[in-house]
């Protein structure tokens, strides 16, 4: 086949994905059946980058410090870098042979990532530039990409793309700001009732600072969500309890919210302190999360090409499923970042995290499914490879919400 124009090199980019689904579909097994928490994807980690090996890339483990990231690069340096980052972490609590189980389907995030990284190394005669795929463990736990930003992992990359299987199309799809803390309170222990007027009750601590964080809440935007536990409250009824311990999670649309929610909380438990006479400890006890950044200018590229290759039902996100929190959202205020949520279309709406997602997302809707936002990605990375105009569009974009965003 001669190679001409654009529409040539489509043509020869759905010829590729034909003579490697095979493969892809390989990963995707494989990653399933070797299901590993986060933190933990040795097998997966090492079989990701041998794959990619066998493909030419260059492979380096660990990356970014941590044992189960990589990267593998491919191409030149006088062109834009693109990232694909795959995720392959489990979750445990499945009827499966060692209990965890692929049911957020990484298994095919990972395995459409490689998709997209072999079709485009396979076209390389038509681009300058780099593809990169980067191995980001531990989504579903602490959120390991947060880890890897100041690490410089994603340094370079000019624009990166990431997928995953949901119940609707989301191309606008967000995530919350997170922030969790921990409060710990301590008081005097003493007799309950021979000597309670010599005890400093963290209890009440504990439970003045929920009162004051369900007076806060009355307050609050409607997007912002403040959910708490108590850990510690005590040991015995006739102890007055030195050590009262609670957690709070704080979510918001914009991290901006989040942060002024965030010390409103600590607010509350700075006055439950005071009001008990309690010292106070707290600190975060997972990774911060911050919500997605969305690239108007990069949704649209990608929208088009989705819709070439027949994925058009798309939701507005007004009626998206409601959002949760991932570390994406992080790498999103790093680089401009296309990430997808992609109706599986299978007999019934795919809900992840449950039983029933693992019969579906290594299913053949699934490989169908993969083949698509393969094409499709692969044919919006030509795009950005081949017009600088477009790029630096996108870029620019990017740059001025981060300018608004600081405001
Ligand atoms: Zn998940
Ligand atoms: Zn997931």
């Known amino acids: 086949m001669t190679v001409n124009d654009k529409n040539d090199i489509k043509l020869l980019a759905i010829e590729m994905e034909k003579r490697y689904h095979h493969e892809f579909q390989e990963v995707s097994t494989y990653i399933f059946d070797h299901p590993e928490l986060g933190g933990e994807e040795h097998l997966s980690s090492r079989y990701l980058g041998a794959y990619l090996n066998g493909h030419d890339f260059k492979v380096s483990f660990p990356y970014a410090d941590m044992e189960t990231a990589f990267i593998a690069e491919f191409g030149d340096d006088e062109g834009p870098v693109i ?76 624009v990166i793309f990431q997928a995953h299987l949901e119940s609707a199309t989301v191309i606008d799809s967000s995530a919350l700001a997170m922030q969790s803390i921990q409060f710990e309170f ?83 438990a700075k006055g439950a302190a005071l009001i008990t006479g309690c010292q106070l400890n707290h600190w975060n006890f997972e990774n911060i999360f911050y919500d997605l950044v969305n690239v108007p200018k990069l949704m649209d ?79 919006s990375i030509m795009d950005l490879f081949q017009d600088a105009t477009l790029l630096n569009d996108i870029k620019e974009e990017h740059a001025s919400i981060m300018r608004r965003k600081a405001v």
């Open 83 to 158: 990232g694909l980052l795959a995720e392959y972490d489990g979750l445990p609590g499945y009827h499966t042979e060692n209990g965890n189980g692929h049911a957020c389907g990484h298994n095919w995030i990972a395995a459409t990532m490689c998709g997209i990284a072999v079709v485009l190394s396979k076209l390389k005669p038509y681009y300058k530039g780099k593809i990169k795929v980067i191995g980001t463990p531990a989504e579903e736990t602490y959120g390991g990409k947060v880890d890897m930003i100041p690490k410089g992992a994603f340094a370079g990359v000019d």
């Open 186 to 268: 301590t008081g005097k222990a003493a007799h309950a009732a021979s000597f309670p007027e010599e005890g400093i009750n963290a209890l009440d601590a504990v439970q003045l600072m929920f009162m004051g964080v369900n007076s806060l809440r009355q307050h609050m935007k409607s997007d912002g969500r403040i959910h708490g536990i108590i850990t510690e409250g005590g040991v015995a009824t006739n102890i007055v309890p030195e050590r009262g311990v609670c957690q709070m999670t704080i979510r918001a649309k914009e991290r901006a919210y989040m942060e002024q929610l965030a010390s409103r909380v600590v607010d509350c």
């Open 301 to 379: 590229l990608t929208k088009r090409h989705l819709e070439s290759v027949g994925i058009t039902n798309f939701l507005p996100k007004e009626m998206a499923p409601p959002p949760g929190s991932t570390d994406l959202g992080n790498v999103s205020y790093v680089c401009p970042t296309l990430y997808l949520e992609v109706d599986l279309e299978a007999d019934v709406p795919l809900k992840v995290h449950s039983d029933e997602a693992l019969r579906l997302v290594n299913s053949t809707f699934a490989f169908k499914k993969m083949q698509q936002v393969v094409l499709a990605t692969v044919f």
